[in-house]
């Protein structure tokens, strides 16, 4: 059974710090693309950073300096590092896994930036 659990969301001040964990089961985490997505309430679901099994990333340009994608292959895990954030980043994000025609999502976890 293929899960995707995120943590490491909360509250935080603008300027402030958070870091995102996915961590993966169920799947060859390895050849797996890995994606960070965001929805904010009314608003489509949108792109954050996005890293391939080769370690290639690419990043919305609302967060390209601020947010770093990452993933430990050892331990299964994709990270989401994001700096200097601002209310505008406040959303529930959630984490992806592609592969072919496989695309897993995990249950999301909800960032609030308070100004």
């Known amino acids: 059974q293929v899960q995707l659990v995120e943590s490491g969301g909360g509250l935080v001040q603008a300027g402030g710090s958070l870091m995102l964990s996915c961590a993966a089961s169920?799947?060859?985490?390895?050849?797996?693309?890995m994606g960070w997505y965001r929805q904010a309430p009314g608003k489509q679901r949108e792109l954050v950073a996005a890293i391939t099994a080769g370690g290639s990333t690419n990043y919305a340009d609302s967060v390209k300096g601020r947010f770093t994608i990452s993933r430990d292959n050892a331990k299964r895990t994709a990270y989401l590092q994001m700096n200097s954030l601002k209310p505008e980043d406040t959303a529930v994000y959630y984490c992806n896994a592609k592969w072919d025609i496989n695309d897993y999502w995990g249950q999301g976890t909800q960032v609030t930036v308070s100004s």
């Open positions: 169920g799947i060859g985490f390895n050849i797996f693309a």
